[in-house]
């Protein structure tokens, strides 16, 4: 095992960083590669998507550097990293998310409880014209189960309830958005950085709570109901050289600037590095 985490360790000081994992953080993470490359040309980053559990299972293999997630790491896959490296992979808060819900633009549901939108994505409600929008069939667009988005969704929106039967996986948050935006009967969800095309509603936590809309100040007050972290996991020992500068750098106020003008909201102050 010695051996094992000395040649995953020598094998990321040679400048090439992988970045492997979360479709909602791959167009931030790409950003966030491109801006660091022009400032520190000897260190080349390659950055892909796949969903969280993609990325972390490539971080278990020793694929990737680093894994980029939308959810927390689960139990399993910490094991696995113990298992093959000997230690719980190291996590670092990167961003913040107001994961949105997507209708189209003339769809005239402006606003929905979290109870709706649980009834909603398990099936139980299937016409828009029960939670107050037109009288036709309520066409779900959802992500595959590889996604932390999938997960994250499914764990505090459904309460862990399946989805409905007959809800369309989609591949990406982009290609989600994309089927919403041209569905007039269509709902689904995701990162805010991809609210182009489609339109986010307003969540109420219950029937009697003001519905609140995703913007920098209700998720940083965690006013909107439906907030996360978005998360950069490395095997221990192995975030040094240019990658401890790199994941540095993400935290800093440059690339969370960065981060702000994507789309996503910037880490609190507490957890930033302060470069």
């Known amino acids: 095992m010695a051996l094992a985490m000395a040649a995953f360790a020598c ?13 909602t953080l791959v167009i931030l993470a790409r950003e966030w590669a491109q801006k660091y490359m022009e400032a520190h040309p000897s260190v080349k980053i390659q950055v892909t998507g796949g969903g969280s559990g993609v ?10 550097d680093i894994a980029d997630a939308s959810r927390p790491i689960n139990a399993k896959e910490q094991e696995a990293c113990v298992l093959k490296f000997g230690a719980v992979p190291t996590e670092y808060k990167v961003a913040v998310d107001g994961l949105s819900v997507y209708v189209n633009k003339d769809n005239p549901v402006k606003e929905l409880t979290l109870e709706q939108l649980a009834l909603i ?11 107050g929008g037109n009288d036709a069939p309520i066409n779900i667009y959802s992500r595959e189960n590889s996604s932390g988005t999938y997960e994250f969704f499914k764990e505090h929106v459904l309460k862990k309830k399946d989805f409905a039967a007959n809800a369309q996986t989609m591949p990406g948050t982009a290609v989600l958005v994309q089927r919403v935006e ?10 805010a950085a991809y609210t182009t095309g489609a339109r986010a509603l307003a969540v109420k936590k219950d029937a009697s709570s003001p519905a609140i809309e995703p913007s920098e100040a209700t998720v940083m007050s965690g006013e909107y109901p439906i907030w996360r972290y978005l998360y950069n996991y490395v ?10 500068g790199y994941l540095t750098w993400i935290r800093g ?18 957890l930033r590095t302060g470069q």
Not at 55 to 64: F, I, K, V
Not at 121 to 131: E, H, L, M, P, R
Not at 182 to 191: K, T
């Open 121 to 131: 994505f398990t099936g139980k409600v299937q016409n828009w014209k029960d939670v």
């Open 182 to 191: 041209g569905d007039p009967n269509g709902i689904g969800y995701g990162g």
């Open 235 to 244: 095997i221990p020992k192995s975030d040094t050289g240019d990658i401890a």
């Open 11 to 23: 094998s990321l000081q040679a400048g090439e960083i992988t970045v492997k994992g979360s479709d």
């Open 253 to 270: 106020n440059d690339a969370q600037e960065i981060a702000k003008k994507v789309g996503y909201y910037p880490l609190p102050q507490k």
């Open 55 to 64: 990325g972390l299972a490539a971080l278990q293999n020793g694929q990737t």
